[in-house]
């Protein structure tokens, strides 16, 4: 059955919104894990807009699953990593101006680059997957720069407006799923999705993991944390059961 790495990222943003104590993603984190998340996914951007690095390390002490780290591919983040060790980093591409992650990394024009961050990750004993867009190019050039996994960005396919451009995201997201499969890669997938939308990516039957925050975390506000994510669970299988 496919994971569910539930990102409390916005639990955080709400916090720094006023700069208190409260709502804390340590407590969110024990709630998702009680609920059935896999794993816990946080991104510690360089600007330190919700997540801090004190969250990151007592998160590492309290997270039983597994911690994903996301994080730009720089040296300081690197170092951060490797201090941390979480079970697995995460490469996305960061703009300070950009309200969340727009778009895959771009492997294909800096394999190089991103090949030393992955290795200096793997010899720390941390597991890295690469957050791309489903193109064969970046495919391809991921598995050369030696990571374990991509997390297939699924943001055009879960901001489609109608049935047809969907679905044809749709078909993208299995065909590269195949493909990565195929070149040695474990596959995830995340970003932009929600209840409605999640059911036919989780089918995909190569699909290891999906992480999942701000729809969690809204739901959350109205729900509770906990039932927020058991229903996200439910939804995630309800196209493998037919």
């Not at 994903?68 to 995460?90: D, F, G, R």
């Not at 297939?152 to 065909?175: F, P």
Request: aromatic fraction near 2%.
């Amino acid at each position: 059955m496919v994971g569910l790495c539930v990102n409390v990222d916005h639990v955080a943003t709400i916090r720094q919104a006023r700069r208190v104590q409260e709502p804390d993603p340590a407590q969110a984190v024990m709630l998702a894990e009680l609920a059935g998340a896999s794993g816990i996914t946080v991104h510690l951007r360089e600007d330190r807009r919700h997540i801090q690095d004190r969250d990151v390390e007592l998160l590492r002490r309290l997270v039983k699953t597994k911690l994903n780290l996301e994080m730009a591919a720089t040296q300081e983040m690197i170092q951060i990593a490797l201090a941390v060790k979480p079970e697995m980093a995460t490469l996305v591409p960061e703009r300070r101006e950009e309200l969340t992650t727009e778009g895959g990394l771009d492997v294909h024009g800096h394999v190089d680059e991103i090949g030393m961050a992955v290795r200096s990750l793997r010899e720390g004993g941390i597991a890295v997957s690469l957050f791309i867009d489903p193109e064969q190019d970046q495919l391809s050039a991921a598995a050369r720069a030696g990571a374990d996994f991509v997390e297939l960005h699924t943001g055009t396919y879960a901001e489609a407006r109608d049935r047809k451009t969907q679905q044809a995201e749709l078909a993208r997201l299995i065909q590269s799923a195949t493909v990565g499969r195929e070149l040695g890669l474990l596959i995830n997938a995340g970003h932009g999705l929600d209840y409605r939308n999640v059911g036919p990516i989780a089918a995909i039957p190569e699909v290891e993991e999906l992480s999942i925050g701000h729809s969690i975390i809204a739901r959350a506000v109205l729900v509770g944390l906990e039932r927020a994510v058991r229903e996200m669970l439910a939804a995630m299988n309800t196209d493998r059961a037919r």
